[in-house]
């Protein structure tokens, strides 16, 4: 299958910082990307999704200042959790897809602790 | 929109016995079924997935069947061994039509027993 590669795996951060996750499609071009989260033992919550060159679309309650998202490239998106705090700690991942194929290939996560 | 469940939400079996994880879906629109396994710490790996226009799919010990007319589908197992103990999601989507966007199961913990 397709490689989606997604960095960093484990960020610890303080209260107030932001912290960037990025994720690559490396050997296709990925039109649309997804970013989720999830919680210990439940499943996977979709906060948004990115094309690229466009703006993305937010989930509700997923809010948009917060979870600053950038698909500036046909192989890589970024999250950016400004001034996190410790309710964002959770583990992030991105999904990927190309422009006729609807299957969907995710990055290995990030495990995101806001102390 | 979509709503998929899922059940069992745990499954114990013991090594080389079938495991079978069974989900419905809501949206007579999706017509793409993905199953994937994920790994604690890791992201979900797409391990088999059945488009709407098939009734079933095999890849070696795991096989996929779908009924649209119930809509629900399912995900065997066979000769299970220990490496296979992982979270399974099911998932569905009205693929490129849908803006790719998955709808996921609430999840299956499988845990394959020596």
């Known amino acids: 299958g397709a490689v989606v590669s997604q960095h960093p795996s484990r960020v610890i951060c303080k209260s107030g910082t932001s912290v960037k996750i990025e994720c690559r499609s490396l050997d296709f071009q990925a039109t649309t990307m997804f970013w989720y989260r999830q919680f210990p033992k439940k499943s996977l919550m979709l906060m948004a999704t990115?094309?690229?060159?466009?703006?993305?679309?937010?989930e509700q309650g997923v809010e948009k200042d917060k979870f600053l998202i950038n698909h500036a490239s046909l192989t890589l998106s970024t999250l950016t959790v400004t001034s996190a705090h410790p309710e964002d700690s959770s583990f992030y991942i991105c999904s990927a897809s190309g422009a006729t194929n609807e299957k969907l290939f995710f990055g290995s996560g990030t495990q995101l602790s806001v102390l | 929109g979509e709503n998929v469940e899922q059940h069992p939400s745990t499954l114990s079996v013991q090594e080389g016995d079938s495991a079978v994880i069974k989900c419905t879906y809501s949206d007579s629109a999706s017509n793409y079924f993905p199953w994937y396994k994920q790994e604690l710490g890791k992201g979900p790996q797409l391990i088999i997935d059945i488009r709407s226009n098939v009734g079933e799919k095999k890849d070696q010990r795991i096989a996929v069947t779908l009924n649209k007319t119930a809509k629900h589908f399912s995900l065997h197992i066979t000769e299970t061994q220990p490496e296979d103990s992982a979270v399974y999601f099911c998932a569905a989507t009205a693929g490129v039509r849908g803006g790719n966007k998955l709808t996921f199961g609430t999840g299956t913990q499988l845990k394959v027993e020596l």
């Open positions: 990115s094309n690229e060159g466009s703006k993305a679309t937010y």
